[in-house]
């Protein structure tokens, strides 16, 4: 099975820090995303990449940044944390096949609060 | 605009009840087409998926879902329901000729009865 492991499952910043969220997979996926998930908002796509040192911005890119360095890995920053970055994130990957048409695989999110 | 959605915010059946969750989608092209379950606490498992050919699929843990061109709608089935069933459903959708990113649904939250 796909395993997409995310560094936290509950993290507590201050205002003002800068904030790094680890995700990571173990099946070569080309394909990795970060949404933010908020309720009645549903999944909202913050950045998402389809290559190593590639990055596409998604719906909500403002305030966040990402690094993928290494395949199996995807990094994003909050540069500046603000209390409405207050959320929970959720990491993704596929694989790239037959073109991005192919089902994601879900992290167990990290649920992010910032005082 | 595009735009995924599930009308029904939050749904109550009871256990051993037949439920249909409801998926609405407003893309030109046929997209592809996915149900996902979130569990409290969890990130989200894929259910079932349609990408073209016979418009019933079958997914995992009884559920089905019946693409409908007509009515752009993607709902999501199960006969008889059981009381681990209660989660938070997503439709999404991935756009057929322009498919770069997935669009979710804002979610069903599905109770379960004794």
């Known amino acids: 099975d796909v395993k997409v492991t995310q560094s936290s499952r509950y993290l507590v910043k201050r205002t003002g820090e800068k904030v790094f969220l680890e995700c990571v997979q173990d099946?070569?996926?080309?394909?990795m995303f970060w949404y933010r998930q908020d309720p009645g908002l549903g999944l909202r796509l913050i950045y998402f990449s389809y290559d190593v040192k590639m990055k596409e911005k998604g719906d909500i890119p403002e305030g966040y940044s990402v690094s993928r360095e290494k395949k199996e890995r995807f990094s994003l920053i909050l540069e500046s944390a603000s209390t409405n970055q207050t959320s929970m994130y959720l990491c993704?990957?596929?694989?790239?096949?037959?073109?991005?048409?192919?089902?994601?695989?879900f992290g167990d999110g990290t649920r992010l609060s910032i005082l | 605009a595009q735009s995924v959605t599930q009308p029904d915010i939050h749904i109550t059946v009871s256990e051993g009840a037949s439920l249909e969750l409801r998926c609405n989608y407003s893309y030109g092209a046929t997209p592809y087409l996915f149900w996902y379950v979130q569990s409290p606490g969890q990130g989200l498992q894929l259910l079932l998926k349609y990408f073209s050919g016979d418009t019933l699929v079958q997914g995992i843990k009884g559920f089905e879902a019946e693409f409908k061109r007509s009515q752009s709608s993607f709902n999501l089935r199960k006969p008889s329901v059981h009381w681990s069933d209660a989660a938070e459903y997503f439709c999404?959708?991935?756009?057929?000729?322009?498919?770069?990113?997935?669009?979710f649904g804002t979610g069903t939250s599905l109770t379960v009865i004794p």
């Open positions: 993704a990957s596929s694989f790239s096949g037959q073109g991005l048409n192919q089902p994601q695989h």
């Open positions: 999404a959708v991935l756009p057929g000729s322009t498919g770069n990113q997935f669009y």
């Open positions: 099946m070569d996926h080309e394909n």
